[in-house]
């Protein structure tokens, strides 16, 4: 009987090391949707290169009209670029806490029948995946919008040098979180029509 | 010796009958980011309604700037009106074979800044939850666009009696896949830029 309880008591260490080890990269696709929230209280703690790239390979998993994939991303790292970003930007001054900072931009002439509103559609996917990625990995993460500003667009086009036919469509902010930001429960029953309207 | 391997045995029975009952609905949400296709060929099996609670629940999670939460959702599961929905719709004839449709809805007046704009990126971000919840709970999903086409949003309006000032921004098809859609990989590292364009 003691031998049998050994037995167990192995095996649960055992999986206990496993599943701490999976943890932090392995977590359920339903609790990240609804723990995900606009964090903007930053330590100031970078962020890990290896995961910016998981964050954006997230990103380019989204589904994007015809497959015409019209988006790309910029990937900031640097102090320096970080606050000259949120110099200008009234709304994404977090910027100067942040470890990281991802730009999604799109190209209308690259997407489905050159549409703008399918450009602007298909790079919203790929942020929101991006939001999720920045979520299930620790991270906190805020989509600051540049577009549909035109000041806030011209600002960010100057300090990253993007193309005039390249649309940046935000500034989603990455950093580690401070703990003060919660998500909302935006549950709404009265905004689901069954059948029909 | 043999109690303690009686006992590790009699552990990873429980463990794998825990894993077992949590895998229908616990998915790693890396997994499922790159796991979503769009599915168009269908069984014609129905969709469980408390299935598309849970996908609208995912939907309404979804970021929205100032809080506006712009969006509503008709959800469908009459087989009368997913045919009507086909009739007109030449990109979403897969709604004849389809389960149920989720139509992701949007009103500018209630955006921030009563901007069309977005409106329409809230809904999409709502959207994309959507297609990842509809994969995390193994059923298959493609995002047929609505919006911006003039056309195909009047008959999606006139079937469900859907407001004039309200957008139907797509129409996502639901249903059992029949197993002949795979994902793709549009992962590019040339659309990274490190630092600036």
Known sequence: ?????????????????????????????FSVIHARKSVR????????????????????AAPTAANMQPWSFIVINERKILDDLAAELP????????????????????ANGKSQDLAIIDASLAGENILLAIEALGYGGVWTAAYPYVDRMKHV????????????LNVIVIGVPAGEDKPKDKYREGKIHWERW
Chains 1, 2 share one sequence.
Do not use: Q
């Not at 100067?96 to 730009?103: D, E, N, R």
């Open 157 to 168: 086009k100057a300090v990253l040098n993007i193309p005039d036919k390249v649309i940046p």
């Open 1 to 29: 009987m003691k031998r049998i309880l050994i037995g167990i008591l192995m095996c649960l260490l055992m999986a206990g090391l496993a599943y701490a080890k999976e943890d932090a990269s392995m977590k359920d696709m």
């Open 91 to 110: 709304n994404a001054k977090m910027l100067t806490k942040a470890g990281a900072a991802i730009i999604v931009c799109t190209e209308p002439d690259k």
């Open 41 to 60: 209280n930053f330590t100031g703690a970078a962020v890990n290169k290896a995961d910016l790239e998981k964050i954006i390979k997230a990103g380019m």
